[in-house]
T-cell receptor
Framework: ETGVTQTPRHLVMGMTNKKSLKCEQHLGHNAMYWYKQSAKKPLELMFVYNFKEQTENNSVPSRFSPECPNSSHLFLHLHTLQPEDSALYLC??????????????FGEGSWLTVV | AQSVTQLGSHVSVSEGALVLLRCNYSSSVPPYLFWYVQYPNQGLQLLLKYTSAATLVKGINGFEAEFKKSETSFHRTKPTAHMSDAAEYFCAVSEGNQFYFGTGTSLTVIP
């Protein structure tokens, strides 16, 4: 059981499609994250939001567009993706971004396949 | 910047044997340290964390981790491996407002 819920769990999309990944956290946290996990590669931090404001964008291509309408919800909008974007996308949250409160809790992940 | 090194991307142990997963970090200032586990087709689950209290931290499922400042290490052990321990394990470090993950160690348990 997780306090961070991601939908859908699996997504197959064509390169010309537009889709979105959704994340909701039930932990009362203020910070939310998107990570990308590809086979044989380390976890890649994509975006960070703190109190709904984006605080980090780690050179992510513009075909990935995040949205954080409130501290509990985070979206990742996808458009014109490439096959190399196929990966597990993990949403996470933490109480805030500093000190002992900076324990990150992850969702189950959304498996994305771009065809 | 902080770096986290997990020695051994793949570790195989026999069922019932000791499990040792290694993690070293680079910071000279003791950070906050974590171990996560990832089972197939799932997200990362927090197993235990060290936040400058006792140097030996006990987690779930019989795992422990020991912080050694002199060695900048946070190795994880379990006295007796079970088949259900087979998974990917990630060491992570929190320093300031940044989180750094190791590249993971895949644990295989041989019957």
């Amino acid at each position: 059981e997780t306090g961070v819920t991601q939908t859908p769990r699996h997504l197959v999309m064509g390169m010309t499609n537009k889709k979105s990944l959704k994340c909701e956290q039930h932990l009362g946290h203020n910070a939310m994250y998107w990570y990308k996990q590809s086979a044989k590669k380390p976890l890649e931090l994509m975006f960070v939001y703190n109190f709904k404001e984006q605080t980090e964008n780690n050179s992510v291509p513009s075909r990935f567009s995040p949205e954080c309408p409130n501290s509990s919800h985070l979206f990742l909008h996808l458009h014109t993706l490439q096959p190399e974007d196929s990966a597990l996308y993990l949403c996470a949250s933490s109480q805030d971004r500093g000190g002992t409160r900076n324990t990150i809790y992850f969702g189950e992940g959304s498996w994305l396949t771009v065809v | 910047a902080q770096s986290v090194t997990q020695l051994g991307s793949h570790v195989s142990v026999s069922e019932g044997a000791l499990v040792l997963l290694r993690c070293n970090y680079s910071s000279s200032v003791p950070p906050y340290l974590f171990w996560y586990v990832q089972y197939p087709n799932q997200g990362l689950q927090l197993l235990l964390k060290y936040t400058s209290a006792a140097t030996l931290v006990k987690g779930i499922n019989g795992f422990e981790a020991e912080f050694k400042k002199s060695e900048t290490s946070f190795h994880r052990t379990k006295p007796t491996a079970h088949m259900s321990d087979a998974a990917e394990y990630f060491c992570a470090v929190s320093e300031g407002n940044q989180f750094y993950f190791g590249t993971g160690t895949s644990l295989t348990v041989i019957p």
